[in-house]
Every structure is written in structure tokens, then in C-alpha cells.
């Protein structure tokens, strides 16, 4: 099983790990707000993740850690 983790020191909400992730299970947490005022990225079916690291390769800020 794998997942990722998101730390939100360094996530600015931009999105392109949701449009990278081929299983859709990447969403903006609307809900929470970073320190520096973003709403950071979060995984919303652990289950579903198949570790392809889409997301973390997409990512800019290299916010994203897949776990495997």
C-alpha cells in the first residue's frame, strides 16, 4: 500500500499534483489553510494510491513525499 504526504510548509495550493494524479485522488483541502495562507493539496483515498509518484514529480515545491 502506498500513500503520500503532503507537507504543508512548503505546498502553495497550485494544483498540478491534483491534475497529475491518474487515480483522482488528489484534492485541495478547501478546509485547512497553510501558514503563508494556501490551501494545501491532500490525499483523499489512501487505499486507492498506487505510488506511481505522479504527483511528487509534478509538484514544483517538492512538497510531496510518496511512501511506499
Not at 26 to 39: M, S
Request: proline share 4%; net charge negative.
Amino acid at each position: 500500500m502506498s500513500r503520500i504526504i503532503v507537507d504543508d510548509r512548503y505546498c502553495k495550493g497550485c494544483g498540478l499534483c491534483v491534475d497529475a494524479c491518474p487515480e483522482n485522488i488528489i484534492e485541495l483541502d478547501n478546509d485547512a489553510i497553510t501558514a503563508k495562507g494556501y490551501h494545501p493539496a491532500r490525499l483523499i483515498d489512501e487505499d486507492a494510491c498506487t505510488g506511481c509518484t505522479s504527483c511528487a514529480l509534478m509538484c514544483p515545491d517538492v512538497a510531496i513525499t510518496v511512501e511506499r
